[in-house]
């Protein structure tokens, strides 16, 4: 049982390939509930709050390179708020300005909660996540990344240590049920993202399933009947199909939380504001 | 609203004097239960059950007590006195031996050198339970033919109202049912106690966290088999309770381990084991038939309240009684046949919360004025000033209100309170419902007003013998004041000092420690403290200020009965002497303790008649809601009140207990409920109990109805139970009012509305 | 306890603390507490969703019960005790006295530092967002209403003493 605080990314790796068993810890905001409620039981730890090269931010030609580490508070209005609207909304809707002051992105690929609430947006513009072990980097695409409920495809040895995007020319939107007005675990998600240059639109559902759902038919099925070129409003008729075939793609459950009725009947409330929101 | 004094006045009564304790707390220097520790110490854990309802078949602690740290494990075979424990019945193991009656009923417990150890310890006790079928609902539980699952019965208690005209009827008939589901006091300080045995073992200190410290010193003591002077309490700082520290909780098992292992023990539940740990509110379902003339003027009431007690009695035959006393609501109602049952299910035991039993019953009676109001054509505030109660009107217990009721002034002055502005067009995300979720725009949203009004006895009931003692010392100019009495965060300690500056016509006033020293003052909990223990340290000082004047009298050969407080001096009524306070008790000390008691009060008849309660205190609330009605999601706009206080005493900290009640009967309304499923408690934490955020806290309007109560020892009514209870009615009534929705059951959920 | 491995150094209110000997499961919030003896956090919770164990570290607030005390070396640890010191409590306590905002007190040291901490980075913050930047900071007592009331004595007093 040790705690490792590497002091860069090298070392970090190092660490991780001679104990692929110990756990990493970023802003620990999933990580220490676990512990405190002991549903883990901590050996190794490394700890990645010394590692600088996990919160370096890039701006490249096709999009943003974002550092794993970096904490919520920074998209949601800090400096790179402008990186992705919805990104920014989503980090908004994270628990509290002291969960966002900690709590990274990484760690909520890390933890691929089907409710946790980066995730949507992530899907949505089909993010590559960057992987690094002393072996090299692999990048995957989101929609590989993310197995299942909390199961993602990072291997033991790897650190998720950048999550690339690309620059959207169009709306983008996240939207997210709970009830209360703020610190609140999502019942029921939704992010769209419009890329008029590729005359598309795309939908990601979060909680409505054992992991994020893509809506591939609701997408499908705009782009036939809609142009998606600019961002001219539908008809209500458009508007309400699509939020009927992206409920019908949810797979929801029934939990304390709420009914798998309910959500999918917000998951296409959700959709067709969304839709509203970006054509008009 | 109310208005607030910074001028340098005197903080004696009416002012809003600042909290002793305040800046302590804003410091992180005061000290809470939790915030305790002693050399030496070790900590202590408890075992709790995984199941609703199990024989326990065997235990193995031998695992547990071989781990390195770990001082003893111990059992129900290791309580040396009695063996259960309870409010009004001793039902409640103090350890589970044969069976378990509820998911969380504690089996063992551990003491050992860290909190860790001690859980590694738990996980080591082996357990073998024959699972049995839990008893999970309020209609199974009053089935005759449902086993028991205690000695004692399923039915904790049943009570019969007849009152008038059994047969008298009305014009129309209004029928409604209603629902509510089990709230959690949900105060932020954990309960957490340690115990100091003493050296040779004969007795024990405890610091505690507790609404009632003679109760549970009476509890303890009983299962430690030990005399209670052998039992010593002191109050360690209590972070709110609510009604949930009137019971018993890890009181017994502090002292146990601490007793067996010679060292100060520390107990410290987590937000999950405080779930388990504490009573709950009772949810329970309430039938209700108005019959009304057709002006809407109410004939009759007849009805059922049926209350789910959970697995042990603690309060619930004293919430049963509350709930069906006030069932009528504070309207005149010459007619009633009713019957409340409280029963034993095997759900959490349930018991005091803020409201006790009259929440319930006034979301049933509200709900119901406004489907009267709609039957004959009227406003909700007509028909309620049409039926509103007045002084000299009687309860359906034949009891009448003697006392202030001003019920058409609280509608009244509330209703003349400004609502808010309309929803703006620039209203951003945070303002609307579904907050930071962004979900909602402004045309998704629809407003909606709703009222409600209620009646709220104040203190003990049936026949209580209830009294609150204390002491008041004088000498050189201060004063010291000595009482049991549990500062929970409602401010007794700055009211106790605000009276002796009153009376005494000192500034200094000396808090001593709150302990077993003295007698009890009852319970912080009825929204009796004001009432008995102001009325204990009025009746203390009043003494000491007799004997002061006697003292002064005598110097100057005056008669004592000329003299009087003015200020911070001693005046002569009839001459010219004037001394001040400080100069005549220079060199003296007077010390008085008196003993407060309210007036007696009568059990009930089989046909639910009598004299049962002490008094009345009235409140009304409207509410406007927004409500995103696609998702049924609610945002809680606006609360106006006015609540019947007979006097305020310290407005700053009155408009404290009013805020603050409101949230707590929003949470109720919108978003506060601990979900069961066949016993289990599906949500035990902060994540998934919902508590209103500074982001779901409506804009309160707030107007202080002052008619001195005569019967008050300081013409002041408690004020603390009022703002919780109608608040919860008046909001879902606002929400039925936007949607149209005919809402049976609180907390609304967003697919009650939407689906 | 037995388990015990770790010992490393935080520094708390500018000045290094040793702690040894410690689980390393062991919360900041639990070092604070029960190893350094700062009972000024509270916890509540344990799982961020009180914010009465709310220090900053680095400047931020952050919720003490979510940060493993060994991986806290090498940071700036300020807890409510760190604020200002106990003969001459600052502004934001004496508000809070002054306009009602305690009572039970439980929540109060974590909302001290979170209103501290918003006041450093918004001098001026709006209604609306006050609310945000303490929705963090559950109060069960007092409805939050004599809370912001404090906050917007501080915020005008020291916009007064600026003009
Ligand atoms: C009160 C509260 C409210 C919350 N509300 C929300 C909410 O509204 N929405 C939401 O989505 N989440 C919420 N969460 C969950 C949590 O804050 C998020 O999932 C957050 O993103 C986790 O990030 P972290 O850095 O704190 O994670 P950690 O706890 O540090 O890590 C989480 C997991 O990810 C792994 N991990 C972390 N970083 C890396 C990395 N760089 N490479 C590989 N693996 C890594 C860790 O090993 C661990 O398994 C809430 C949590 C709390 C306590
Ligand atoms: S104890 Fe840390 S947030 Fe509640
Ligand atoms: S004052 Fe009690 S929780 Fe805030």
Redesign the pocket.
Known sequence: MTIFSPRSLTEALQVLNEHPAA???????????EINFRHFEPSDIIS?RHVQE?QVFETLSTGYRLG??IPYKQFENGSFSHVSGALSEASR????PQ?RA??????????C?P????LPVLSALDAQIELSSINGIRMLSIHDFMLGVKRNA?VSN????AIHIPKINGFQGYAKVGVRNA????IASACLIHNMDKSHIALALGAVGPTIIRCRTAEKWLTQNADLSTSTALTTEVIEEFGRLAASEALPITDHRSTAEYRKHAVGVLAQRLLKRAMK | MSTRTTSKQREVLGVSALRPDGLAKTQGTFSFSSDYTADNMLWGATLRSPHPYARIISIDISEAIKIDGVETVLLASDVPGKLTYGLIASDQPVFASEFVRYMGEPIAAVAADHPETCRRALDAIVVHYEVLKPLTSIEDALNPNTPSIHPDGNVFRHQHILHGDANATGDIVVEGEYEIGMQDQAFLGLEAALAYPDSDGSGIELVVATQWLHEDQKQIADCLAMPKEKVRLQLGGVGGAFGAREDISLQVHTCLLALRTGRPVKMQYTREESFFGHVHRHPGVISLKHHVTNEGRIVKIEGTMKLDGGAYASTSSAVLINGVTHIQGPYKCPNAVFDGYAVRTNNPPCGAMRGFGVVQACFAHEGQMDKIAKAVGKSPVEVRLLNAMEKGDTLITGQPVESVAPVARCIRETDALPLPEPLSLSAGTMELPGGSGRTSELHNIKRGIGWGVSIKNLMYSEGFDDSAEARCTLGDGVATLKFATAEVGQGFVVLAQQIARTVLGVDVVVLDRIDTNIGSAGSTSASRQTWMSGGAVDGACRLVRERLFEHVAHMHGLDPLQLIIEDTDIVDTMGPLRISVSEASKGVKITQTFLHQHRKTEELDENGQGNCHVAFAFVAHRAVVDVDVELGLVKVVQIATAQDVGRSLNPLALLGQIEGGIAQGLGLAVMEEIIMQNGIVKNPSF?DYLLPTALDAPDVLFIPIEEPDPQAPLGAKGVGEPPCISVTPAIVAAIRDATGIDLKRTPVRPQDICL | MSTSSEIYSLRVNGTDQHVKDAWIGESLLYVLRERLGFMGSKGACE???CGSCTVLINNDAVCSC?VMAASAIDTDIITVEGLAPSESPNDIQQAFVAEGAVQCGFCTPGLIVAVHHLLETNSSPSEIEVKEALSGNICRCTGYGRIFSAVQLVISQREKSIS
Not at chain 1, 25 to 30: E, F, M, V
Not at chain 1, 115 to 118: K, R, S, V
Not at chain 1, 158 to 161: G, M
Not at chain 1, 183 to 186: A, Q
């Open positions: 756990r990493l810890l970023a802003g620990g905001t999933d990580t220490m509930v990645l996990l794993a580490a809707t994270v628990g509290s969960i900690t709590g990274t992105i990484g760690g909520n690929l890390g933890t909660s409710a946790g609430d980066t990072r790897e650190i998720i240590t610190m609140v675990i999502s | 994540t | 799982q961020g969703e979510l």
